[in-house]
C-alpha cells in the first residue's frame, strides 16, 4: 500500500491490488475516505495511516458498488457508506451480489478475512447532486457505462476528481453496462478533468489533466475500435498487455 499526497488535504492511498485507489480528503473539521484498498493488512493500517496523517473520516463514499471499492467498512465499521442513487439501486436489485463477488476473489486469491464484508446501513446519494465536506462541497456527477452505476466526485475547491473505474492509465475500458453510456460519461468526464490539476482513477496512478485529457483521447479511440468490431485492435502504450487483450475479448462479447 502506497500513500501520496495530492494537495494539503487529499491522500491516496493504492490498494496492492489492481493499484486501486482510495482517496481521503478533509475540509474543516471533516474527513471522508472514497473507495477503499482491498487486501485485509491494508485495510487493518489504514485508521493509523489516515490519522498520521490528519485524517480521521467521518464518512465513507464509494464511487460505485464493485466489491474492490465498497471495503472501507472493513476498516471503519462504525462508519455508513455512502454510494449514489443507480448504486444503492443496485444493491437493492442484486442483494449480496458485492459480497458474494468479494468471496469469489478472495478464494481465487487465497486471501481470508477476519470479518466478512457487511455493508450496513448504505446511505444514498444524489446523483447528479453534491453534498458537504466541512464548508465544502463535493459534486456528484453520474459515470455509468463500466457498471450500470457508478459517480464521479468532484472536490473543485482543493482540484481533484475522482472518477471511478474510467481514465486508468493501467486499464483498458471495460464496458459491462453499455458502448452509448460508457462514451457519454467520457464527454461528461471531459470538462471535469479541464477544471483540476489532479485525476484519481479508480485504479493506476493519479493523473494531471494533461496525462487524464490524453487517455481519454485514446479511450474514445478504443471504444471505436470495439465499436467496429475490431479482434486486434491497437491497444494504448502501457495497456497493450496480454490482460488488457483478454479485458477486450469480453467487451467484445458483451457489445
Ligand atoms: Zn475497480
Redesign the pocket.
Known sequence: MRAVSAHPDVLIITSRL?Q?NAVAMRAGEEAMLI?SPYFPDELEALPGLLAGAGFEPDALVAT?V?Y??VLGRLAFPGLALGVGEPSALRLREEPGATQRELRDQDAELYVERPTPLSLGQVQALPVPGSIELGPEELELHPADG?TRDGMAVMARWCGVLCV??YLSPV?IP?VEAGLAEYRATLARLAPLVEAVDTIVP??GAPQSRDAALRILDEDVDYLEALERGEEKPSLPTGRDTREQRGIHTENLARV
Open positions: 489492481w486501486t473507495d460505485h464493485d474492490d471499492h463500466h471511478g473505474d486499464e471495460m479508480g485504479h
